[in-house]
């Protein structure tokens, strides 16, 4: 969940208890990287909710997700197009496309005080477009899809631990996370207690990141 000032998003819908961490009316919209069940689960029964609709935004993806299209209840889907701002109150998304089995966009979210956080998942390295826009963007916090432990050969679909910490070397954020934590990665984490570069961390469950005015700090 992004929020800044009165503004508040969520982005992706994985969370199967939705309508009891949000009453109705509290989110300004549903931002979704794409379609797979473990990003958007949870709306299959806020749809049925009552009220006003909710608004999600989300990549072009024909497909969607099982019937959700179909039968969209209160959700009010609208595409979003990549590298195309889309303001939601004090937030501007930009959709920058990933690397996924899925049409999948990671956002750069810009606050209207300046602050800057880019969220990058799930994704297999970062399309040229795309690392050459964050190149440029110079975040102040970044998320990105780490799934897996060092793999042998090539990983598919998500990024391993050697190519999320590359990819957060050529973009150069001042503060990252890795997320997307496969279990099999959780073990190996727990066992090599692997060394992570200054200002790059493991992201947990619960974990709130408070940036202000370009410093921020961290509280679990
Ligand atoms: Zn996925
Ligand atoms: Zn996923």
């Not at 309508?19 to 300004?28: I, K, Q």
């Not at 989300?58 to 969209?72: F, I, R």
């Not at 969220?119 to 440029?136: I, R, S, W």
């Not at 001042?174 to 934590?181: D, F, G, K, Y």
Request: aromatic share 8%.
């Amino acid at each position: 969940m992004i929020e800044h000032e009165g503004t508040r998003v969520l982005v992706d819908a994985g969370l199967m208890d939705l309508h009891e961490r949000f009453a109705p009316g509290t989110l300004d919209a549903i931002v979704l990287t794409h379609f797979h069940p473990d990003h958007v689960q949870g709306l299959f029964h806020l749809r049925w909710g009552r009220g006003a609709p909710i608004v999600v935004h989300a990549p072009p993806d024909s497909e969607g997700c099982a019937d959700l299209y179909k039968h969209p209840g209160l959700l009010d889907f609208r595409r979003l197009a990549k590298f195309e701002p889309q303001r939601i109150g004090g937030l501007c998304f930009t959709p920058l496309p990933l690397v996924h089995s899925k049409p999948t966009f990671g956002y750069a979210v810009e606050a209207d005080d300046g602050t800057r956080f880019a969220y990058l998942t799930d994704t297999l390295g970062l399309p040229p477009h795309t690392e050459a826009f964050l190149q440029a963007w110079q975040a102040d916090g970044m998320a990105i899809d780490c799934s897996y432990p060092p793999q042998g050969a090539p990983p598919r679909g998500h990024n391993d631990w050697p190519m999320a910490l590359a990819a957060i070397a050529s973009v150069r954020p001042r503060r990252a996370w890795l997320t997307h934590i496969g279990h099999v990665l959780d073990a190996w984490i727990l066992q090599t207690a692997p060394p992570l570069p200054e200002g790059v961390g493991v992201a947990g469950d619960g974990e709130v990141a408070v940036f202000a005015r370009g410093r921020e700090h961290c509280a679990t």
